[in-house]
């Protein structure tokens, strides 16, 4: 199984910046779906973004305009650029991979992904 490490979360003030990174084992990243989800206290795990082996992304409407999701085969690694960042915006954040490459159902739903990373916490102070 894929192991996914998050780094570069921390605490931020409203409207700074941060981003997230997300490195994989293995030698078929470049084959996976990689999405990033997010978990603040007491409420589900959400999507946040995704991007296909192709690069296509997709965003959920909270974060469109803020956030931006990237990948670097070469490095084995997936971002999340986060702009403008929110206090809503405190969760823990979640990468996650689709290494059985099912291509359904759609990016945005977590069942989509089989490998999970640990998490990182990001806190955004009002």
């Known amino acids: 199984q894929v192991q996914l490490v998050e780094s570069g979360g921390g605490l931020v003030q409203a409207g700074g910046s941060l981003r997230l990174s997300c490195a994989a084992s293995?030698?078929?990243?470049?084959?996976?779906?990689m999405g990033w989800f997010r978990q603040a206290p007491g409420k589900e795990r959400v999507f946040v973004a995704a991007i296909s082996r192709g690069g296509t992304t997709v965003y959920a409407d909270s974060v469109k305009g803020r956030f931006t999701i990237s990948r670097d085969n070469a490095k084995n690694t997936v971002y999340l650029q986060m702009n403008n960042l929110k206090a809503e915006d405190t969760a823990v954040y979640y990468c996650?991979?689709?290494?059985?490459?099912?291509?359904?159902?759609?990016?945005?739903?977590?069942?989509?992904?089989?490998?999970w990373g640990q998490g990182t916490q990001v806190t955004v102070s009002s």
């Open positions: 996650a991979a689709d290494t059985a490459m099912r291509g359904s159902p759609p990016l945005g739903y977590p069942h989509r992904y089989d490998s």
């Open positions: 293995g030698r078929t990243f470049s084959s996976y779906a």
